[in-house]
């Protein structure tokens, strides 16, 4: 069975990381050198190492089992490419939405999209330098998150917890399919 997943967030928060070190088949990306102009436009500031940026979307796949295959389609980040989030989003059972706690205020545009077009996600706080800069119940009340909405912490930079995270959404999505099919 094909499980759409989208890998959302706020530029530089490690969309592009999470979906190329779990994918199965080489990474499909449309990552772009970040230009001078880009670098001021998207505050670089707090990510100065960053020098491409993906301009429209990236794409992976992972096996779960024999049948579960999910389909993971990154986001671009910035302002400027979120007209893109619609056709990114259609079909997806779900969505990890990823946070950089150094930088809370880049990431409530993600957190609005997914509660305003009703679409299952985990909001998953990224591990920079392996650690977090708020305790993550200080995260949920900054992005005013609801307690039935999975919060967690990761690492992109890790197999073991991209896929730990990716199956977080996984089951939440299905369970609210589940529940919605048994509702309605």
Known sequence: MPVKIVVAGGFGVGKTT???????????????????VAA???????VPEKTTTT???DFGCITID????????GTPGQDRFGFMWHDLTQG?????????????EDCYAAVDYFEHHDI???VAANRFDGR????????RWALAV??????????????????DALLSVLHMSLARAEYSSVVG
Do not use: C, N, W
């Not at 999470?18 to 449309?30: A, D, G, M, R, Y």
């Not at 024999?66 to 389609?73: A, H």
């Not at 997806?92 to 809370?104: P, Y």
């Open 66 to 73: 024999e049948e579960i295959k999910l389909y993971l389609f």
């Open 18 to 36: 999470t979906v190329s070190v779990i994918s199965e088949i080489p990474l499909l990306t449309t990552e772009a050198a970040m230009t001078e």
């Open 132 to 139: 977090l800069e708020h305790h993550l119940e200080d995260v």
């Open 146 to 163: 609801s307690d039935e909405t999975p919060l967690i912490s990761f690492d992109a930079r890790q197999r073991r917890s991209v896929r």
């Open 55 to 57: 301009v429209a979307l």
């Open 92 to 104: 997806a059972l779900g969505a990890l939405v990823i946070v950089d706690t150094r930088r809370l």
């Open 120 to 122: 299952p996600f985990v």
């Open 40 to 46: 001021h436009i998207d505050r670089t500031g707090h």
